[in-house]
């Protein structure tokens, strides 16, 4: 469409793929990206010569325009890498997915017939009562009572920060084969079926999932875009149902206004809605003054030798705060410089400005060593030194799937529909808790969407990035 502007906020797989779209389709392009690299969440890290995703990032999609999307960007030098990972439940690693005799040789008969028993009496149960609202709920009359308490609570309750009940039970029925144990456990005992999160084999770029999007980013500069980096954008005026321009600040502190034409956000939706002037009504404001973003620390330690052979390990041991541990050697032998080191990254979840986000990077660092160790796991770097390391903080990562947000996500959805040159677009720009696959088609088809090359609703995008083949909706 010549003549068409597009500009984008957030230069993440969302932003990126949907600039890619939009430039394609004849469009001038314009990213304002608040980090000073591309990649959002799924960028990579350098630290000396060590390379580190935000928390590991394997790529996995059902849609076949994604995953071309992703290996055409990754310059074809993506590795398919073979999955190994367990969990780590009281003292004892379970391999992941589990069989069932690894795993009732590792939780003793008893544990075993105790948790048989607990699904069977919720077999009993299942029909009988209403449609679960909770996770809790969902996951009880799924699995049974004993497995939930065993194998769901801790590991959830430590990402979420909230009580399983009241987690949606929506997001368990999205989510649920993303959990590990559980989800793992049924397939064991016999509830066999094509898990996503299961898949054996996984796709990896050589250097780390953020050299796509830097290849992305390179490819838009040479075809004429504006990618611009370390630029905020702070407003975003409207006139009635237009956005007409937008207001950023660069690392110098400087402010600009310049009128946009159409413009897609990754952004979280709730900064969306807080940046546009004259602000929404108050009932749109409250919905998002109601949504929660949970936090990601990602403590990343250059460690000796190779200290485990997983690609990741979940905690869900309640006595120790981590939540899961990666070794990016074991993904892409370009992660370090030589087999000397490991890139490890110990995940944290929390609410930004708790008590864990507001711990200082020297007091993470040891605590992610120390638990490392506590795992049986070396914590030591080349020479036997503390291993050396850095923390990459992510505030609002994680859209909160609570038993509420559908209200307050409908109220929002509603009244940004009358917009025709807004759309929100990604993970958090459509407060889902969704993967690359999922942002790259949103943004692709919001491409479309804006550029009237189609009428497809980012919102309806699901987490197996399967619209395309089910909508053909243009
Ligand atoms: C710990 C962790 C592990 C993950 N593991 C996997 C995995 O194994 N596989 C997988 O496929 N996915 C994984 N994901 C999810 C994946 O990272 C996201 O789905 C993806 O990055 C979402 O892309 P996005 O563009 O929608 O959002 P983001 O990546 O969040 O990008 C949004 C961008 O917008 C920018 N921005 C926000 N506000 C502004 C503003 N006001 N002005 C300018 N810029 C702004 C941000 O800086 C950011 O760069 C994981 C995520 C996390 C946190």
Redesign the pocket.
Same mark, same amino acid.
């Given at each position: 469409m010549g003549g068409a502007a597009v500009t984008i &906020?957030?230069?993440?797989? $969302?932003?990126?793929a949907a600039a890619h779209e939009a430039q394609r389709l004849g469009a001038a392009v314009r990213v /304002? #990206? @608040?980090?000073l690299q591309?990649?959002?969440? $799924?960028?990579t890290v350098e630290f000396a010569n060590h390379r580190f =995703? /935000?928390?590991?990032?394997?790529?996995?999609t059902t849609n076949d325009e994604v995953r071309r999307f992703f290996i055409d960007h990754a310059g074809g030098d993506v590795l398919r890498v073979r999955r190994l990972t367990r969990i780590r439940l009281g003292a004892r690693y379970f391999d992941y997915p589990l069989t069932p005799v690894a795993t009732a040789l590792g939780l003793g008969p008893l544990e075993c017939l105790r948790i048989l028993a607990s699904y069977a009496a919720a077999g009993l149960r299942r029909g009988a009562s209403q449609p679960p609202a909770t996770f809790e709920d969902w996951v009880v009359a799924a699995f049974g009572r004993r497995l939930f308490e065993v194998f769901f609570r801790t590991y959830t309750e430590k990402v979420w920060g909230i009580p399983c009940r009241e987690i949606g039970a929506d997001w368990a029925a999205q989510r649920i084969r993303g959990l590990g144990l559980g989800a793992a456990l049924a397939n064991a005992f016999g509830q066999r079926r094509a898990i996503k999160t299961l898949a054996d084999e996984f796709l990896y770029p050589r250097r780390g %999932?953020g050299s796509v999007y830097e290849a992305i980013a390179a490819r838009l500069r040479a075809g004429g875009a504006a990618v611009e980096l370390g630029? &905020? /954008?702070?407003a975003v005026d409207r006139d009635g149902s237009r956005v007409t321009a937008i207001t950023t600040r660069d690392g110098q502190g400087r402010r600009e206004t310049r009128p946009v034409d159409r413009l897609m956000s !990754? %952004?979280?939706l709730s =900064?969306l809605l807080a940046?546009l002037s004259p602000p929404p009504p108050q009932d749109v404001l409250a919905a998002c003054g109601a949504l929660r973003y949970r936090s990601?620390l %990602?403590v990343n330690l250059i460690v000796a030798g190779n200290p485990f052979p997983d690609n990741w390990i979940y905690v869900h041991s309640p006595d120790l705060r981590a939540a899961r541990i990666a070794n990016y050697r074991n993904f892409s032998p370009d992660m370090a410089p030589d087999e000397a080191t490991s890139p490890i990254t110990v #995940?944290y979840f929390c609410f930004a400005g708790d008590a864990t986000w507001r711990m200082t990077d020297d007091a993470l660092l040891d605590l992610a060593r120390a638990e490392l160790a506590a795992m049986g796991f070396s914590a030591a770097g080349p020479g036997g030194a503390p291993a050396a390391g850095f923390v990459v903080r !992510?505030a609002g %990562?994680?859209p909160v799937i609570d038993v509420a947000h559908a209200d307050h996500i409908a109220a929002i959805r509603a009244w940004l529909s009358q917009f025709a040159n807004l759309l929100p &677009? *990604? @993970? +958090?720009?459509l407060f889902r808790y969704?993967?690359? =696959?999922? $942002?790259i088609a +949103? *943004?692709l088809l919001g491409a479309r969407t804006m550029l009237g090359h189609g009428r497809f609703d980012p919102w309806q995008v699901n987490i197996d990035a399967a619209y395309i083949e089910a909508g053909q909706a243009a």
């Amino acid at each position: 469409m010549g003549g068409a502007a597009v500009t984008i &906020i957030g230069g993440g797989p $969302a932003g990126l793929a949907a600039a890619h779209e939009a430039q394609r389709l004849g469009a001038a392009v314009r990213v /304002v #990206e @608040r980090g000073l690299q591309v990649g959002g969440l $799924a960028r990579t890290v350098e630290f000396a010569n060590h390379r580190f =995703d /935000v928390g590991p990032h394997r790529f996995y999609t059902t849609n076949d325009e994604v995953r071309r999307f992703f290996i055409d960007h990754a310059g074809g030098d993506v590795l398919r890498v073979r999955r190994l990972t367990r969990i780590r439940l009281g003292a004892r690693y379970f391999d992941y997915p589990l069989t069932p005799v690894a795993t009732a040789l590792g939780l003793g008969p008893l544990e075993c017939l105790r948790i048989l028993a607990s699904y069977a009496a919720a077999g009993l149960r299942r029909g009988a009562s209403q449609p679960p609202a909770t996770f809790e709920d969902w996951v009880v009359a799924a699995f049974g009572r004993r497995l939930f308490e065993v194998f769901f609570r801790t590991y959830t309750e430590k990402v979420w920060g909230i009580p399983c009940r009241e987690i949606g039970a929506d997001w368990a029925a999205q989510r649920i084969r993303g959990l590990g144990l559980g989800a793992a456990l049924a397939n064991a005992f016999g509830q066999r079926r094509a898990i996503k999160t299961l898949a054996d084999e996984f796709l990896y770029p050589r250097r780390g %999932a953020g050299s796509v999007y830097e290849a992305i980013a390179a490819r838009l500069r040479a075809g004429g875009a504006a990618v611009e980096l370390g630029c &905020i /954008v702070e407003a975003v005026d409207r006139d009635g149902s237009r956005v007409t321009a937008i207001t950023t600040r660069d690392g110098q502190g400087r402010r600009e206004t310049r009128p946009v034409d159409r413009l897609m956000s !990754s %952004a979280p939706l709730s =900064d969306l809605l807080a940046m546009l002037s004259p602000p929404p009504p108050q009932d749109v404001l409250a919905a998002c003054g109601a949504l929660r973003y949970r936090s990601h620390l %990602a403590v990343n330690l250059i460690v000796a030798g190779n200290p485990f052979p997983d690609n990741w390990i979940y905690v869900h041991s309640p006595d120790l705060r981590a939540a899961r541990i990666a070794n990016y050697r074991n993904f892409s032998p370009d992660m370090a410089p030589d087999e000397a080191t490991s890139p490890i990254t110990v #995940e944290y979840f929390c609410f930004a400005g708790d008590a864990t986000w507001r711990m200082t990077d020297d007091a993470l660092l040891d605590l992610a060593r120390a638990e490392l160790a506590a795992m049986g796991f070396s914590a030591a770097g080349p020479g036997g030194a503390p291993a050396a390391g850095f923390v990459v903080r !992510s505030a609002g %990562a994680y859209p909160v799937i609570d038993v509420a947000h559908a209200d307050h996500i409908a109220a929002i959805r509603a009244w940004l529909s009358q917009f025709a040159n807004l759309l929100p &677009i *990604g @993970r +958090t720009g459509l407060f889902r808790y969704n993967n690359q =696959d999922h $942002a790259i088609a +949103t *943004g692709l088809l919001g491409a479309r969407t804006m550029l009237g090359h189609g009428r497809f609703d980012p919102w309806q995008v699901n987490i197996d990035a399967a619209y395309i083949e089910a909508g053909q909706a243009a």
